[in-house]
């Protein structure tokens, strides 16, 4: 029983120009959506969130956009920089679990 | 201040032997997690520690067990190790003030090895 999906293993972005990653959730119950950003023998670094009660949440290069209705969640950087190049994991977290669930995640390549 | 920290950064056990993995949280983090990630997937919950009590556990069976002690470093243990454990293991701690909230500080992870 997948709850969180990231339908796109991969994707390739020209250096300066927009990523957007993609995540679908099943749950409506969750507090908050998270990204993490994880490149290889790291751990995952927390990288932005949204509470489930907004619908827009920005930092620096970084955007997140909560739909509900789709129960849709989508990471946009801007502009997209070579050292971006890393897996992408979408998170949900339901406080009434203490837990964290993860999507499969997606693979960022930024190309100079 | 110090990251999380996690030992050994690789292993290679066979079927049925019993593994102890280890974790040094985030200085003040009191909460500890772990999380199980597979090959091409997302890391999948284990279960969390809080004042050295189990605070909520994933879909794991009861093989898989941990503690925490008052120092807040953290212990994974599976007993009966089988094929499928094979994964890279991940310890992750939380500040008092985030930790309603999802945001996690992760280690580089133990990767296990079954053979």
């Known amino acids: 029983d997948q709850q969180v999906k990231q339908n796109s293993p991969s994707l390739s972005v020209q250096e300066g120009r927009i990523s957007i990653l993609n995540c679908d959730y099943t749950n409506s119950m969750f507090d908050y959506f998270l990204w993490y950003k994880k490149y290889p023998a790291e751990g995952p670094t927390f990288l932005i969130s949204i509470s489930s009660i907004k619908d827009k949440n920005e930092d620096g290069r970084f955007t997140v956009f909560l739909n509900k209705s789709a129960k849709h969640l989508s990471l946009h950087i801007v502009p997209s920089q070579p050292g971006d190049s890393a897996v992408y994991f979408c998170a949900t977290y339901f406080q009434g679990a203490q837990k964290l669930v993860f999507g499969q995640g997606t693979r960022l390549t930024i190309n100079p | 201040e110090t990251g999380v920290t996690q030992s050994p950064t690789h292993l290679i056990k066979t079927r049925g032997q019993q593994v102890t993995l280890r974790c040094s949280s985030q200085?003040?983090?009191?909460?500890v997690s772990w999380y199980q990630q597979a090959l091409g997937q997302g890391p999948q919950f284990i279960f969390q520690?809080?004042?050295?009590?189990?605070?909520g556990r994933g879909n794991f069976p009861p093989r898989f067990s941990g503690l925490q002690f008052p120092n807040y470093s953290s212990e994974l243990n599976v007993n009966a190790l089988e094929l499928d454990d094979s994964a890279l293991y991940l310890c992750?701690?939380?500040?008092?003030?985030?930790?309603?909230?999802?945001?996690?500080?992760f280690g580089e992870g133990s990767r296990l090895t079954v053979l």
């Open positions: 992750a701690s939380s500040r008092p003030g985030t930790v309603n909230t999802g945001e996690l500080f």
């Open positions: 200085s003040g983090h009191n909460t």
């Open positions: 520690y809080y004042r050295e009590e189990e605070n």
